[in-house]
């Protein structure tokens, strides 16, 4: 990789005696023309621009975003990264995101923060438990780490959790994936962008797309931009929330709903969380920044929208959960809150792969748990782009499933805490 | 928290309602007769717009009742609510 400036611990060294860092990318204008354009510099897109010019020698790319790079759902998640799904299908996509996690801030050069302190996901019903070990024994079988733990073990693993009887929902037990954790996600999006911009790759901010150009054959030529026209006969649409708008200018409509998604975080306290916690019954999600704030994350508004906030009572919902587990957290402040905008398929499992228009390329529907797919996600769809045939762990996720009926159910998986 | 106006109640808050997704969706006359695509097209594709929208809600803690409403999905502001015969007023 031709780095900028490589990182490490004799570059630390030096930068610390004074000498001043020097930019991570280029923010680059457009060219005439590129060989592919990515739509969207979020986590997903990034990594697709990445992966591209790292392994298909394809560096000939853009991509292109209406805001700034990571501003969207990449800045805007509560970081979670985890691959215990129950279908197997599910589950080889995000295991093959979580195994490149691993090495990611080995591979990128730069320190993503991933950190495998554990997703520890609550049962407060039977039903629960159930459903929880119906997913450890599924996880088993497809290699993939998950295991069961009892109320006393849940608490040793977890102290600040309340275990007792009394609770308003008691722990039945927990399903507990060591490996999975949480990352810094705005690194996750420079470190893309820094590596895929040291291959040629042109990173273009504040450059919306306003129109997908076709030949009389129908492919693809181009985007017509608010930075003017850019030629390309590959364009990949990786545009979370506005995956509809960005499709339905090329004439496909989607499979697609989008709703506003809110998070919070606390003012910082001392470490009192050591891992993360779900639990899909008091819908709510939390773990703790390395800052120290408590990031909470709960379920999705009930209206499809593109503004970005949401109801405050959505958040209101959600903290009341994360008291009725934590009891403790009730003095806390929060600092604030906000909401990105999801894309959800009627079966909560994403879209990637080829397109009705040829040269058009879609990765989207990864609705309220894009953020620990983004180096599988765009591991797999750079593939797809780069072969124009979807890659083999992509393709139970076509856009074609919907017409044949071969749904990938992860509900159960995904309704709350995805 | 939105204030919806039921075409029956009067203006109520959101958390009285239940959303249903876009409104008018016509289901094929005969579903054997149409292709997979076109099944499929029924069961699962959505305008998803950004800006205005025309969806169903139900009343569920009120009087029950299914309407529609236009709204937009930038501000979420909501231009008006009509019975579900009727046509849409904008």
């Not at chain 1, 040829?358 to 750079?382: E, M, R």
């Not at chain 1, 782009?385 to 998986?413: K, N, Q």
């Amino acid at each position: 990789m031709a780095h900028l400036s490589k990182f490490s611990f004799l570059s630390l060294l030096r930068h610390g005696a004074g000498k001043a860092w020097s930019r991570q990318w280029r923010d680059a204008q457009p060219k005439a023309a590129y060989d592919v354009i990515i739509v969207g510099a979020g986590g997903h897109g990034l990594a697709t621009a990445y992966y591209l010019a790292a392994e298909h020698g394809v560096r000939n790319v853009a991509v292109l975003d209406k805001g700034w790079l990571g501003g969207g759902n990449t800045g805007r998640n509560t970081t979670i990264i985890r691959s215990n799904y129950l279908r197997p299908e599910s589950a080889a996509l995000y295991e093959h995101a979580l195994k490149l996690w691993e090495g990611l801030s080995r591979t990128l050069n730069y320190n993503v923060m991933y950190s495998p302190r554990g997703v520890l996901k609550l049962a407060h019903t039977h039903h629960e438990v159930q459903v929880e070990k119906r997913h450890i024994y599924a996880n088993r079988l497809q290699g993939i780490d998950n295991e069961w733990l009892t109320p006393a073990e849940a608490a040793a693993f977890c102290p600040v959790l309340d275990v007792g009887e009394r609770s308003r929902h008691p722990i039945l037990g927990a399903a507990l994936q060591r490996r999975g954790g949480v990352a810094r996600h705005d690194a996750v999006a420079w470190a893309y962008a820094r590596a895929a911009s040291a291959y040629g790759v042109d990173i273009i901010q504040n450059c919306a797309v306003t129109a997908v150009t076709r030949d009389v054959s129908g492919a693809v030529t181009g985007v017509e931009t608010t930075r003017g026209p850019i030629g390309a006969v590959r364009i990949g649409v990786a545009a979370a929330g506005h995956t509809s708008v960005v499709m339905a200018m090329a004439g496909v409509r989607m499979p697609l709903e989008s709703f506003p998604l809110q998070a919070l975080v606390s003012e910082p306290v001392k470490p009192v969380l050591p891992c993360v916690v779900m639990s899909n019954n008091v819908h709510a999600y939390v773990s703790q920044s390395d800052k120290g704030e408590l990031v909470i994350g709960g379920g999705t508004d009930a209206y499809t929208s593109y503004s970005q906030a949401g109801g405050l009572y959505v958040s209101c919902e959600t903290l009341a959960a994360i008291l009725e587990m934590f009891p403790s957290f009730r003095r806390l402040r929060m600092l604030r809150n906000w909401g990105g905008i999801v894309d959800t398929t009627p079966d909560r499992s994403p879209i990637v792969g080829t397109t009705p228009v040829t040269g058009l390329y879609v990765n989207c529907g990864w609705g309220t748990g894009g953020f620990k797919a983004t180096p599988g996600s765009g591991h797999v769809f750079a593939a797809t782009i780069a072969r124009d045939a979807p890659h083999p762990l992509a393709a139970p996720f076509s856009l074609d499933r919907f017409a044949t009926g071969r749904l990938i159910d992860e509900a159960a998986a995904a309704a709350v805490a995805h | 928290m939105l204030l919806i106006p039921c075409p029956w109640c009067g203006p109520r808050p959101e958390n009285e309602f239940r959303y249903g997704g876009q409104a008018h969706l016509a289901r094929p006359e005969d579903p054997a007769a149409v292709d997979d695509a076109a099944w499929g097209d029924y069961l699962y594709t959505r305008d998803n717009p950004k800006g205005r929208h025309a969806e169903r809600w139900r009343h569920l803690h009120g009087c029950g009742r299914f309407f529609n409403c236009i709204r937009d999905t930038v501000t979420d502001r909501i231009a008006g609510t009509y019975k579900p015969a009727e046509a849409p007023p904008i």
